[in-house]
């Protein structure tokens, strides 16, 4: 039966590899949800810089004689 999840196959050196191992010994997951769970917090990790620079270049050019009021946006 094929598996409902895509597959991906990572390369680690031995210390990586011996911390995650580690780590998911730790928390009585399996390697592969440990990884997972890693990877799904590097991406929020990356979203979060990334609209933490839209907000810096947004706020570099706020105005407040242009903001909006309350009232005007509700």
Do not use: C, Q
């Not at 039966?1 to 011996?18: F, G, S, T």
């Not at 580690?22 to 609209?51: F, P, Q, T």
């Not at 907000?55 to 903001?67: L, M, N, V």
């Amino acid at each position: 039966m094929p598996a409902k999840n895509p597959r991906i196959n990572v390369v680690l050196e031995k210390p990586i590899y011996n911390s995650v191992r580690h780590l998911a010994e730790k928390e009585g997951v399996s390697l592969s949800l440990k990884v997972r769970d890693l990877v799904k917090e590097a991406l929020e990790m990356e979203e979060d810089i990334a609209l933490s620079k839209f907000a810096e270049k947004r706020e570099k050019t706020f105005t407040k004689a242009k903001a909006l009021k309350h009232s005007e946006v509700w």
